[in-house]
C-alpha cells in the first residue's frame, strides 16, 4: 500500500483505539521499502 493509505487506516483506527478508557499508548509501525505495516 502507498504511505497515503497507511496513513488514513492508521487514523481510522486511533479513533477507535482512543475511546478505550485503558490504552496508555499506541505506536503505528511503517516500513515502505519492507512492505510492512501495523501497530503495538
Given at each position: 500500500?502507498?504511505?497515503?493509505?497507511?496513513?488514513?487506516l492508521?487514523?481510522?483506527?486511533?479513533?477507535?483505539?482512543?475511546?478505550?478508557?485503558?490504552?496508555?499508548?499506541?505506536?503505528?509501525?511503517?516500513?515502505?521499502?519492507?512492505?510492512?505495516?501495523?501497530?503495538?
Amino acid at each position: 500500500m502507498k504511505r497515503e493509505r497507511v496513513v488514513a487506516l492508521f487514523e481510522e483506527s486511533a479513533k477507535i483505539w482512543r475511546a478505550h478508557p485503558k490504552l496508555h499508548r499506541k505506536n503505528y509501525l511503517y516500513d515502505p521499502e519492507a512492505g510492512i505495516a501495523g501497530s503495538v
